[in-house]
């Protein structure tokens, strides 16, 4: 468990379930990003992630260390974010900036094989973008197409 101010990462559980499934976004934002109760936990080598404040979940994402990684990295100890969100209604708080800062303590403690964390950036997301730099996250210049069109991949190193 990693502690940033008044937000907590905490790996996934079943205590969480119904809060994450109520979680809702608008579609200019849903279009970037799945909700947790889209996303199929099973997967081995996937680690769901709750953002957690005040014990209470307000986002979640996904750590993979799975062959996916490889399609945006060449280093054998990457992990790939994905799925970002902070609920709607939790929004503005500054949730998401204090969750990724507090990233990369995370992943050490949790997975200390793992020296960068990567990620895709939708080219129009600009929001995700500026939080994305701030909290040190680098743009290498490097470009995929996506779903809905070109994304930026980000490096995170730790």
Do not use: W
Not at 19 to 33: A, G, N, V, W
Not at 92 to 97: E, H, I, P, R
Not at 116 to 132: C, S
């Amino acid at each position: 468990m990693q502690k940033t101010a008044n937000i907590e990462l905490v790996h996934f559980s079943e205590d969480y379930v119904e809060q994450l499934h109520s979680f809702e976004l608008p579609e200019d934002q849903h279009q970037f990003t799945a909700l947790p109760k889209e996303i199929s936990i099973e997967t081995v080598g996937q680690y769901p992630i709750v953002i957690l404040s005040d014990h209470v979940p307000v986002g979640f994402f996904v750590l993979h260390a799975t062959d996916r990684v490889k399609e945006y990295s060449t280093n054998p100890n990457a992990m790939l974010l994905t799925a970002l969100s902070i609920d709607h209604q939790q929004q503005s708080k500054g949730y998401a900036k204090k969750a990724m800062f507090a990233l990369a303590d995370f992943v050490k403690q949790h997975f200390n094989e793992c020296n960068e964390v990567v990620l895709v950036v939708n080219h129009k997301n600009i929001a995700a973008q500026h939080l994305y730099h701030k909290v040190g996250f680098v743009d290498n210049g490097e470009r995929r197409m996506g779903p809905i069109g070109e994304q930026i991949v980000m490096q995170l190193p730790l």
